[in-house]
């Protein structure tokens, strides 16, 4: 988080609007903290498959990347300030956010699930519907703006939602006890299950997609401004084409160990 707010204050503080600052550059606003989505060091560089996707699209575009850390609440505010030009941050694609910006087609998914102590009666749950229902008055953490969220807040609201601005804050409380379950995009928790901290949690074998509910969106999109119909069109273009050459696919299998683009609808 320090990083973070660091990064942002040396951001405003320069008063400065990165949308189209540069001929032939692409400013793209990510998160910086959701593995293995959006890392972002010390130095602010960053990597992960949103990097490798922007930097893929930059290159078929012939345009230079430019990365601006954000936290991922307030990724759509910053759009629409112009403070960039796109969001490459893992987002998915919803009617809600659709009221507020416009989306590229979508070109991954990857199923959304819960993870839980392995001695929890939760663990061995094999339905949603059954899962959704065992959530009753149990506390579950998720991170601030997500789909994850609102899918909660409307499938599971009899369930105690913890809300957190980052992964690993949910992931710290998960270790610790404070929640007694997390639900997030299963490459982000087994992040979390290979780390000595995630040795006795597991996920429940319950894989829900945006298919079980349009809350969970319509896949992950590039955000766009609204009034930017002639970049969205560049955008569409060119990420249909790295889905169909496998370059989006090749990414994700270095990220994800398998390949979770998605082919143009």
């Not at 959530?135 to 913890?162: C, I, P």
Request: with cysteine.
């Amino acid at each position: 988080m320090k990083l973070k707010s660091l990064l942002l204050a040396t951001f405003f503080a320069t008063g400065l609007n990165t949308a189209h600052a540069a001929e032939g550059e692409l400013s793209i606003g990510t998160e910086g903290e959701y593995p293995p989505w959006s890392m972002a060091d010390a130095a602010g560089n960053v990597t992960g498959f949103d990097a490798d996707v922007g930097n893929l699209l930059c290159a078929k575009l012939e345009m230079k990347c430019h990365f601006v850390v954000q936290a991922f609440d307030g990724l759509i505010p910053a759009l629409k300030a112009k403070r960039f030009d796109i969001i490459i941050s893992g987002m998915s694609i919803t009617a809600e956010r659709k009221k507020q910006i416009n989306f590229s087609v979508g070109y991954a998914e990857l199923a959304n699930m819960f993870v839980v102590k392995k001695d929890s009666n939760l663990a061995g749950v094999k339905d949603i519907e059954t899962l959704l229902t065992s959530l009753d008055g149990r506390t579950v953490g998720v991170q601030a703006g997500t789909t994850h969220a609102h899918f909660m807040e409307k499938r599971a609201s009899s369930a105690v939602l913890k809300t957190y601005d980052t992964l690993d804050q949910m992931q710290i409380d998960l270790a610790s006890g404070r929640v007694e379950a997390a639900f997030a995009d299963s490459s982000a928790l087994q992040d979390f299950l290979g780390r000595p901290d995630g040795k006795d949690f597991q996920f429940v074998d319950v894989k829900v997609l945006s298919t079980f509910d349009p809350t969970l969106g319509e896949g992950i999109g590039v955000g766009i401004a609204q009034e930017n119909t002639e970049l969205k069109a560049r955008i569409d273009k060119a990420l249909c084409e790295l889905v169909a050459d496998g370059s989006i696919g090749k990414a994700s299998q270095t990220w994800f160990k398998t390949d979770i683009s998605r082919p143009c609808q």
